[in-house]
């Protein structure tokens, strides 16, 4: 087998590694990393878990000892050349005498960026990166967003019909306001599949937001039923500008330091209560004329908590406010073949849109996916790695 071709067998397995750490590495990157000896043995592994504050390379160059010399060390992300919590991966690398390095893509923080492969080379390590870029890039979008712009890169989930809707008209669905995955009368809009992966983007996120209104009409818990270990608990962030949020709802009774209410209008003994609750309570100023709060500062407190990544799941006057606000860097949308048609069913957004097609959001670098019958489109609003 040409070498190029183990490079890149070599790298998947170091991205698989990486997957590993999701949910676990968060607000550093997901790094997976791979030590094969000369002749072709895999020697070291290691996955990088925050908590665990050892690098990947560092757990592979543990296990690989004295094998690592002379050997390729397979990361999806260029290693660290700075010092942060432990020392630059870097040195050693150079120190355990790898021969060559194969990274994925150069590391977005601006404090690294080139320099870990600058510092390769220099000790005389053949380096090279650029394989499977496309999928390193994917499962480190979330830490490239924050690090340069210190805000959770935000996705907006939804689930609809072929035709835009995401509930029936008020009164014939048990959940009239709909979730992205709501049971609609005489069933869900989407498959056992396609929810079972709701899941798997709950995990893949560090908090998720939905509006009050979809609290009092679901009674959601909102909490990450993926099943796999994460290193916080998802925090549930709510919109709720009078603070309205039922104490008798589940989200409520479940609080632990893990429920965020942020509002525009809020009464200090309505406030005290949701805290009483295990509820933190924050006041945003208004951004539009009906009181809302401003999502954008919303979106900065969540960078201050190291919030990297936000998954919104609210209903159609969430779902134009995030976008109406500009603070939606990619979508999920899921497709179920179906078609509701009517006036009374409830559009994915609510609002007057945009004006014209020219200033209508576009959607760039779409990822299809399947789900059952159901399909699914992934796509970027902005690129998380451009400032």
Known sequence: MPEHNHDEAFLRQALELARRG??????????????????????????????????????????????????????????????????????????????????????????????GFQRLREAGISVASGLLVDDCLHINEAFANYIRRRVPLVTLKTAMTLDGKIAPPPGES??????????????????????????????????????????????????DRSGVPRRRPLLRVIVDSRLRLPLESRLAKTAKNDVLVVSSFAEEKRKQMLRDHGIRVEQLRPATPDGRPDLIGLMQLLGELEITSLLIEGGAMINWAALHSGIVDKVFFYYAPKILAGTGAIPFATSTGYKSLSDAAYVHAIRLYRFGEDFAVEGYMRDPYRE
């Open 22 to 115: 999701i949910g676990l590495s968060a607000p550093n990157p997901n790094v997976g990393a791979v030590i094969v000896a000369e002749n072709g043995e895999v020697v070291g592994t290691g996955t990088h878990t925050y908590d665990g504050l050892k690098h990947a390379e560092i757990l592979a160059l543990d296990q690989a000892g004295a094998r690592a010399r002379g050997a390729t060390l397979y990361v999806n992300l260029e290693p660290c050349s700075h010092q942060g919590r432990t020392p630059p991966c870097v040195d050693a690398v150079i120190a355990a005498g790898i021969r060559r390095v194969i990274a994925g893509i150069v590391d977005p923080n601006p404090q690294v960026s080139g320099r």
């Open 174 to 223: 048990e959940n009239p306001t709909a979730l992205g995955s709501a049971s609609v009368s005489g069933g869900w809009v989407t498959s056992e599949v396609a929810r079972a992966h709701v899941q798997e983007l709950r995990h893949q996120n560090d908090a998720i937001m939905v509006g009050v209104g979809t609290i009092i009409a679901d009674d959601p818990l909102l909490t």
